[in-house]
């Protein structure tokens, strides 16, 4: 086939967690789709072969084209039109449908190549989990949440408003030592807002900034929620580390007094991003300290959203739980915080013995 690059697309979800969503460059070629994202580019190289139920769809001005992509369901859209004939051409030709998607087939293991990283100090590459990767992916899936530990009544969500912060449930991400962040729209927002908020030079930064370090092995929960008395999700993402040092440095920038409020309006700003046209810093939140009786380091953050669509008043409620190789976030969109404390200081409290009791070593 003739190649064919496609400009002016977004894509949800991001394919790293705060990773770039826009722009996006779409490039076919005989071997699969490549997907340039981001003003400086991150590159996302997937083959054919992993990619599965293609579907382009058209609606009004808009156009739509969607895909599996190890097990995850991806969208990209535009505005304009002039794409279409190629891609309607392109996705018949792959057995793909128009006007919707066709049934999924199946989870497809997941073979990107990521030429660049994402954020520094959140996530460095999408590689499968490799060689002596095997204990520390194993450990890191098993330092997070399940649905036994919630009350009766939750259960797991394909999709939900958690879906933008955090990867789709069981996807092992591992770094590599030489990368450099990448940035998109969103990316500058939050880490401008967040090092001003928390006073820290970008230089110094290790969450946003520049001595950021990549996770060993980087693995999510499923999105849980429950519906009654009003829709409530919750999530983790654990990281294992290669040395506790690392772990130590993060935890030294994360004990500054604000960082809670901080950490959970750059989350805010990158969730509400998604549904904005420009990206506009969210206010600030409040610091919360979790309540348990483990032992262990934890610091937590909750501000309000206003949810696309929804008239209910939410909070975001985000919390890093740190202890040896580890560090847990546990991210809930709850509508009261004050009736959902309880649940998420017991949360936290799991976290902080499943990883100390998972070979974290002593609690920091």
Not at 66 to 79: I, P, T
Not at 269 to 277: F, I, P, R
Not at 321 to 341: D, I, M, N
Request: with cysteine; aromatic share 8%.
């Amino acid at each position: 086939m003739e190649p064919l690059a496609s400009p002016g697309w977004s894509v949800r979800p991001s394919f790293v967690p705060h990773g770039p969503t826009a722009p996006v460059t779409l490039l076919f070629d005989d071997d699969g789709l490549t997907q340039l994202a981001g003003v400086y580019p991150v590159a996302w190289q997937t083959p054919w072969s992993e990619l599965g139920d293609l579907a382009l769809s058209r609606t009004g001005s808009r156009l739509t084209f969607s895909a599996n992509v190890g097990g995850v369901r991806y969208e990209w859209r535009r505005r304009g039109l002039e794409p279409f004939e190629d891609l309607r051409a392109l996705v018949l030709a792959r057995g793909g449908a128009l006007g919707g998607r066709r049934p999924r087939a199946g989870a497809i293991v997941i073979a990107l190549v990521v030429l660049v990283a994402s954020l520094g100090g959140v996530i460095a590459a999408l590689l499968s989990g490799g060689p002596g990767l095997d204990t520390e992916t194993v450990d890191a899936k098993n330092a997070n949440l399940t649905v036994s530990d919630l009350p009766v009544g939750w259960s797991t969500l394909a999709t939900g408003y958690l879906s933008y912060l955090v990867p789709a449930a069981g996807r092992v991400i591992t770094s590599t030592s030489t990368t450099e962040p990448a940035v998109d729209v969103v990316a500058p927002v939050v880490t401008a807002q967040f090092q001003h908020c928390l006073g820290v030079t970008n230089a110094a930064d290790r969450v946003f900034g520049a001595a950021g370090q990549s996770p060993d092995v980087q693995v999510s929960s499923p999105i849980f929620h429950v519906l009654f008395p009003a829709e409530t999700e919750v999530a983790t993402t654990s990281q294992y580390y290669r040395t506790t040092g690392m772990v130590r440095r993060d935890v030294a920038e994360m004990s500054r007094a604000d960082f809670g409020a901080c950490f959970v309006a750059a989350n805010a700003t990158v969730l509400l991003s998604q549904y904005a046209s420009e990206v506009t810093p969210s206010k600030r939140g409040t610091n919360w300290t979790p309540v348990t009786y483990a032992k262990g380091w934890a610091r937590g953050g909750v501000v309000s959203v206003a949810l696309p669509g929804v008239s209910t008043a939410y909070s975001l409620v985000v919390a890093v739980v740190a202890s040896g190789h580890y560090e847990v976030t546990l991210s809930a969109l709850v509508p009261s915080f004050a009736a959902s404390r309880n649940l998420l200081d017991q949360l936290v409290g799991t976290l902080k013995t499943r990883i100390d009791d998972g070979g974290g070593g002593a609690a920091l």
